[in-house]
């Protein structure tokens, strides 16, 4: 049995055992923060009740016996790693896409780990490779309803580019010229970096350039700014555009369409191929139904008040039923400290 367990994060910002924490040490969003951190504390306390003290990478100390590491996604300075604890066990959460870090499913990097925690559903083994979702904190209230809502649609989501045949960010986009062009007064959206312009392909190196993304940023008049709570924004509005990353990832559901439940917004999804699979088609509309944004709109803007009450309730059913389990910080915490610590 370990004695000591060491969490290396790709985010620094949670290193100092801040990504145990449930109130932020720099005054910003508690709630915000325990978001991010609620799973990482079940963690450490399941890894408690077993006997083995959980920190982030920086308290280790050279000398320390009877280790193991946790990598929440492959780092970029993985040889580094592998050559300071060659005889350290050590295990892989994968959380990211694999349009963010390619890194992830090269399985050239997993025969490093003893296991792989993942979402990625054609790898699963239950040997070396174990189901893990994006865990969710949920809220203490769920008494949303539809009397809170005085908009129609919204989108909060940051603004990148990637170059790849699955990437839905320029869906987004779309999405948002579609209804700047044809039903300005019933959507706004939010996010990061929508106030810039981002250079793709080879010249991608422009972007440090703030001054020059600034200048030539495009013009979006439903864009209403960045937020610290989306909450706050998705309780106001009865719809909202739920487009994950990238398509076709067998297996990965991210947090944006809890977030939208949680709020009690009806997400708008897009993303897993097979989503109904795991989540009631009766909590969300889909936007492959659709075959353009003129018939998704008619269909929303003309939902009876009946038919959208029941995407509530069914929304709550959802969230309080065992289907809701896999995608918990309770069963984050309690899958990888079951399997970690199993002989």
């Known amino acids: 049995m370990y004695k000591k367990a060491y969490l290396v994060l790709v985010d620094k910002m949670f290193y100092k055992n801040r990504i145990f924490q449930l109130k932020n040490p720099d ?33 280790f100390k050279e000398g320390d016996s009877s280790y193991v590491l946790v990598f929440v996604d492959v780092p970029v300075n993985l040889e580094y ?31 490093h780990f003893k296991k792989v925690f993942t979402w990625q559903n054609s790898l699963i083994d239950n ?16 008494g949303f309803s539809s009397s809170d809502k005085k908009k129609l649609c919204t989108m909060i989501s940051g603004h990148k580019f990637k170059t790849n045949p699955a990437e839905l960010y320029t869906e987004r986009v779309k999405a948002i010229r579609w209804f700047e062009k044809n039903a300005t007064e019933d959507f706004d959206f939010y996010g990061k970096g929508w106030d810039r312009y981002y250079f793709k392909d080879n010249f991608t190196k422009l972007n440090r350039l703030t001054f020059l993304t600034k200048f030539l940023k495009p013009h979006y008049p439903s864009y209403k700014g960045p937020v610290k709570l989306r ?23 991210s947090e944006k369409i809890f977030d939208c439940f949680f709020s009690g917004c009806v997400p708008i999804y897009w993303g897993e191929s097979n989503i109904d699979k795991y989540i009631p ?13 003129e018939e998704l709109y008619s269909h929303i803007k003309n939902m009876p008040s009946e038919k959208y009450e029941e995407y509530l309730e069914n929304i709550k059913k959802f969230i309080k039923s065992e289907k809701m389990y896999p995608f918990t910080a309770e069963c984050f915490a309690e899958t990888i400290s079951r399997e970690i610590t199993k002989e």
């Open 27 to 59: 005054n910003f969003s508690d709630r915000l923060f325990k978001e991010r951190t609620y799973p990482y504390f079940l963690l450490q306390q399941e890894f408690k009740k077993l006997g083995i003290v959980l920190d982030t990478y920086d308290y």
């Open 81 to 111: 790693f592998l050559k300071k604890h060659k005889n350290a066990d050590k295990f892989l959460i994968i959380y990211e896409s694999p349009i963010i870090s390619l890194r992830n499913l090269d399985k050239k990097n997993h025969k």
């Open 127 to 142: 040997k070396k490779y174990f189901k893990l979702n994006y865990a969710n904190t949920i809220p203490d209230n769920l």
């Open 231 to 253: 909450d706050e924004i998705y309780k106001k509005f009865k719809f909202a555009i739920c487009y994950e990353n990238s398509t076709g990832c067998d297996g990965y559901i």
């Open 281 to 293: 088609k009766n909590t969300f509309i889909d936007k492959r139904l659709f075959k353009t944004y």
